[in-house]
């Protein structure tokens, strides 16, 4: 971590804290754990609060925002300014988010079914539903929210026939897994990992994805038994409209005619 010590008698670690737009946040409170010196940020984001010299954790908190936590280590009392703590928006609960424009798309939850293959009657497991959430970001920021910190799968869908359920007669159209996908989850707000992000090994291909912790491998006895369904889609192209032609002013018109008078003639003389 970097700090920075200037030689005054004052005792106090000065700071910052931001959101994830590097933006100032106020009303976030500090604590020097261990000790009673706490503080508030101000309007500014800047906040100040004594210490005693030794190692020090500064624990940061707000409503609605992952905790943030600090590490320092202070011999003496001085002024010491910290380097800036970022604390994360929370989504409205639990799930995987994408995050895009510092806001939070929820993909559809969905707890997959039990299914046969036409023919063999093989044992899968997918879903009949389409996914509604689109996304066009080839590498997009997936953020998972009070999940499993372990065992987290990307995997590929694609539709197959299945038998369909309740004993009907014909096939239904299914989306399941064809493909894993290599990811790693690490935390965004250590220790405590409220927030993990999927960080994706290569960019994702259009078509449809999912996230699950097993239960799309059939293994329902996990406490996460969803899978987190979204796709990847072509952006939009906007066509450029010709220019409209000036409209042609109309030319005068001819007045008309006027109609042709008959002259009156007298009754003829006999």
Known sequence: MVL??????????????VD????????????VQGTSYQGLSN???EYRVKYVPGELSLYFSKTGYTPGMLLLNVEQLRQVQATPVMLWPLPEGKGVYEFQDYRYRRTDFI???????????QIIYGTTRWPRVETTQREPLLICYKMP???GKLCQMNQIDVQPPYGQVGSVSAWVKTKD??????????????????????PLETGSYAVHWGALDGDLTLNEPRMFFF?????????????????????PKTPAPAPAVEEETGPSEG
């Not at 008698?9 to 000065?14: H, K, L, V």
């Not at 994830?20 to 604590?31: I, S």
């Not at 707890?111 to 009657?121: A, F, I, R, Y």
């Open 4 to 17: 920075s010590v200037c030689g005054c008698d004052t005792g106090t670690i000065r700071g910052a804290i």
């Open 20 to 31: 994830v737009k590097g933006e100032a946040l106020p009303g976030a409170a500090v604590h």
């Open 43 to 45: 309007a500014l984001g």
């Open 111 to 121: 707890e997959p079914q039990q299914l046969k293959t036409v023919g063999d009657g």
């Open 149 to 151: 910190v372990y065992g």
């Open 181 to 202: 996908i290599p990811v790693v989850t690490e935390p965004i707000d250590a220790p405590e990992g409220l927030l993990m992000r999927i960080r994706l090994s290569q």
């Open 231 to 251: 796709s990847v889609v072509e952006a939009l192209t906007a066509v450029p409209l010709e220019p409209e032609a000036p409209a042609e002013e109309p030319s």
